[in-house]
């Protein structure tokens, strides 16, 4: 008898699932793609990521940066207002948004969301 014609005892281990969890679905089954894609895209809504919003830069010396002291006003490239840019892991523009006052923190009014390929 071969591994393959043994079955699996009860409560044992199956083939891999889509889940992940012991949900019985086999990962290669056939069946309904549509299925194994929500199961994909539901996993994918609990991986955490980094959003970073962009509100400008400047380019300064080494010189200029070692002489900054607390109270010093570093100038940026951006004027106040303006839209700023929302990052996912500090690469790709997802969104523009306007910076707004949450209590004693800052927050982004999204205003537009970034279409695939648009930056």
């Given at each position: ?6 079955a ?5 281990a ?80 997802i ?16 205003t ?8």
């Open positions: 008898m071969t591994m393959s014609d043994a699996p005892a009860a409560g044992g199956g083939p891999a699932t889509a889940g992940g969890a012991g949900d019985g679905a086999p990962f290669d089954a056939p069946g309904d793609p549509g299925q194994l894609l929500a199961v994909r895209q539901e996993q994918f809504r609990s991986v955490a990521v980094e959003v970073t919003v962009w509100i400008g830069k400047t380019r300064k010396t080494l010189g200029e940066l070692a002489q900054l002291r607390p109270g010093d006003v570093i100038e940026l490239d951006s004027a106040i207002g303006a839209p700023v840019e929302i990052l996912l892991n500090r690469e790709v523009v969104a523009r948004g306007d910076v707004v006052d949450v209590g004693d923190q800052y927050g982004v009014r999204i537009e969301i970034v279409s695939n390929g648009e930056e």
